[in-house]
């Protein structure tokens, strides 16, 4: 079993950074493909960001060319640097994995939460 933690979240300006980290437990991260979803409020959850266990990465177009998504295998963790944010990257943001991700998703994290003031 594989339990996620997020942290990072907080209230940023905007225009400015925040780095998001998800410390994964257990011996099997290495093996998986992870990622990054958010949930605004009243709006469906929408998939942010993956890696898969080789390194490849993928972006949403919303946040393309401003988040990066990396993992360090050693530490069990995966990152989303966040850059030049606006009010609309306000939301939860959730850590999730699996063998098949995003495909399917086994492992979800609690989220945190990303606040950016105008």
């Known amino acids: 079993q594989v339990q996620l933690v997020e942290s990072g979240g907080g209230l940023v300006q905007a225009g400015g950074s925040l780095r998001l980290s998800c410390a994964a437990s257990g011996s099997i991260f290495s093996i998986l493909s992870m990622g990054w979803h958010r949930q605004a409020p009243g709006k469906q959850r929408e998939l942010v960001a993956t890696?898969?266990?080789?390194?490849?990465?993928s972006y949403s177009d919303s946040v393309k060319g401003r988040f990066t998504i990396s993992r360090d295998n050693a530490k069990n963790t995966v990152y989303l640097q966040m850059d030049s944010l606006n009010p609309e990257d306000t939301a939860v943001y959730y850590c999730?994995?699996?063998?098949?991700?995003?495909?399917?998703?086994?492992?979800w994290g609690q989220g945190t939460q990303v606040t950016v003031s105008a």
């Open positions: 999730a994995g699996g063998f098949s991700y995003p495909a399917r998703i086994t492992y």
């Open positions: 890696i898969t266990k080789d390194g490849s990465t």
